[in-house]
């Protein structure tokens, strides 16, 4: 089964970093692309940040510059730090694996960021 859970989310302030992650079953984890996404309350879910299965990554603009995707096909893990954050950054942030065409979410983990 394809899997994904994230953790790492929490109350910061203005400013500050926080570093999430995403820790998966790893079925066809190697191969695939990844992706962080956030949504708030309201609004339709956007994506974050990218990163291939060869090691591409992209940004949005709006992370672009803070935010740093990677992954760990050893772990099966994927991340995203994040730097100098920002109130509106707050979100709840979704691990996403796109597997042959298939996504696969995990339940997300809540970033809050106070100013």
């Known amino acids: 089964q394809v899997l994904l859970r994230e953790s790492g989310g929490g109350v910061v302030q203005a400013g500050g970093s926080l570093n999430i992650s995403c820790v998966t079953s790893?079925?066809?984890?190697?191969?695939?692309?990844l992706a962080w996404y956030r949504q708030v309350a309201g609004r339709q879910r956007e994506l974050v940040a990218a990163?291939?299965?060869?090691?591409?990554?992209r940004y949005a603009d709006a992370t672009k510059g803070r935010f740093t995707i990677s992954r760990d096909n050893v772990k099966n893990t994927l991340y995203l730090q994040m730097n100098s954050l920002k109130p509106e950054d707050t979100a709840v942030y979704y691990c996403n694996q796109d597997y042959y065409g298939q996504n696969y979410w995990g339940r997300g983990t809540l970033v809050t960021v106070s100013s």
């Open positions: 790893g079925v066809g984890f190697g191969r695939n692309n």
């Open positions: 990163i291939t299965s060869g090691g591409s990554t």
